[in-house]
């Protein structure tokens, strides 16, 4: 039990890191909602989430609110991951990993918690604000005497304003900017996975990264005659970072260094297919080009440029039940959402490529919400 809660200490205490060398990112995947159907959309217009897909969607004036609320996200081999944390408590051993590696070429291990510190709200005059925190542990083992442990936590604070620049009948254009601040905690691990709990039995004297950063986003957004919507997102315009390396037992720093997130494109079209509103109270069907410097052989990473396009619908019924699906970097996802008011429940099931091409190293993804937001 002991070394359970020394592992759960240093996840809270430290953030994503390679041993190789540390490079901050910000670990925005969207909510459990937002997986459900692909993920985040520039043209996501109802809800509070939103905001971070397109900070234009502010100018819709339209009021959200997202109150504390607990969000949990699991992916790889989940059953072998709770057979090694079953075994964790008497030592993991040789044959332990042995036997979960049999059959694969590797283990791949991921998780991340949202606790009740994430919040926000947007305001009818355009003007919105959010605060993030997470936790999170990434682990991937090929062999028994290989690994590469990641934990950590971040918090990011964002604020946003969007406004209307055309608001007629059959048309509208709003534009909007976010800038956000960002704090993050790092360490990692790489080496014999049997010697993990060791490494971390002492957490003084385990490096760790501290990182702080800001950047800012941009975006458009064009309605045409209510039904379709198209969205355009530039992320991290400049976004430089400043990481600090140290230890704390002895509070020494052993190197300083900066770096800068690179920006990305996204685009997309929604169409809004007209209901009842009664039986079916809302159905959208949205498309998006996450990273159109992709296509140029410019973007973030060498992946396929056809692992950046994603498609999904949503549907809500009698305003309490919403079913979604959709399909994103070649793979379905699929969640549900129960809707009592203010209060919400929320869950998916959708797959991502940690390789360069489709197929390559596929990862299934689970998750729950529960919370209030409106």
Known sequence: MKKIITIFTTIILCTFAFAEG???VLHSKGTIRQQGFGGLYTTDKNSFEGMYANPAMLGERKKHSLFPSIQVN???ELETGWNL???MKDGIQTQDIMNELSGKDRIVLKADV?????FGHISPVGFGWGLNTQVYADAIIPSVNKSNINVGAETVLTLGFGFKIINAEYFGLSVGAAA????????????NPLEIQDYFKDIQNVP?????GFGFDAGALVTIAKFLDIGVAYYDIYTPTYTTSLKLADKSVTGKSEGKILGRLAAGVGFNIPVDGKFLSNCKIMVDYRDVFALFGQGQSARNPILELSAGIELSLFKI???RFGISEMYPAAGFGLSFGTFKIEGSFYGRELGLEPGSAPCLNAGLNIGFNY
């Open 208 to 212: 760790i990264d501290l990182t702080y």
């Open 114 to 118: 949202l606790p009740i510190l994430s």
């Open 85 to 87: 944390i079953k075994k």
């Open 74 to 76: 699991a992916a790889g």
């Open 321 to 323: 039940l919403n079913f």
């Open 180 to 191: 956000k601040g960002f704090v993050q905690a790092n360490a990692g691990y790489n080496g």
């Open 22 to 24: 540390y490079k901050p």
